[in-house]
Nanobody, 119 residues
Framework: VQLVESGGGLVQAGGSLRLSCAAI????????MGWYRQAQGKQRELVAV???????NYADYVKGRFTISRDNGKRTVDLQMNSLKPEDTAAYYC??????????????WGQGTQVTVSS
């Protein structure tokens, strides 16, 4: 099972980016899917999470600016980021709680995609 991310890049402050993540492999079920970020020299922190039923939760610092969505049929989770700020600069990681056919429930992480916001 792998989580494959795409969509990072360089953007000016106030701009937008959309991150996408696809779960690939032989999968029985996926519970929560989410995005975390880690700025240089800081700990990884939650950005947003969405349950299999569509309930969402956001970190206070992205509420009103970021929107998380998922497609259960395609096993994808996206993060639409608007009104980006320089402090949003970080490596963004996709996370999912997956029941793979070869094993039980486990947490999986993507390889990370860099988002850089210039002032």
């Amino acid at each position: 099972v792998q989580l494959v991310e795409s969509g990072g890049g360089l953007v000016q402050a106030g701009g937008s980016l959309r991150l996408s993540c696809a779960a690939i492999g032989i999968i029985r079920s996926i519970r929560d899917m989410g995005w975390y970020r880690q700025a240089q020299g800081k700990q990884r922190e939650l950005v947003a999470v969405v349950t299999s039923g569509g309930s969402t939760n956001y970190a206070d610092y992205v509420k009103g600016r970021f929107t998380i969505s998922r497609d259960n049929g395609k096993r994808t989770v996206d993060l639409q980021m608007n009104s980006l700020k320089p402090e949003d600069t970080a490596a963004y990681y996709c996370n999912a709680h997956i029941w793979a056919v070869a094993g039980g429930w486990d947490d999986y992480w993507g390889q990370g995609t860099q988002v850089t916001v210039s002032s």
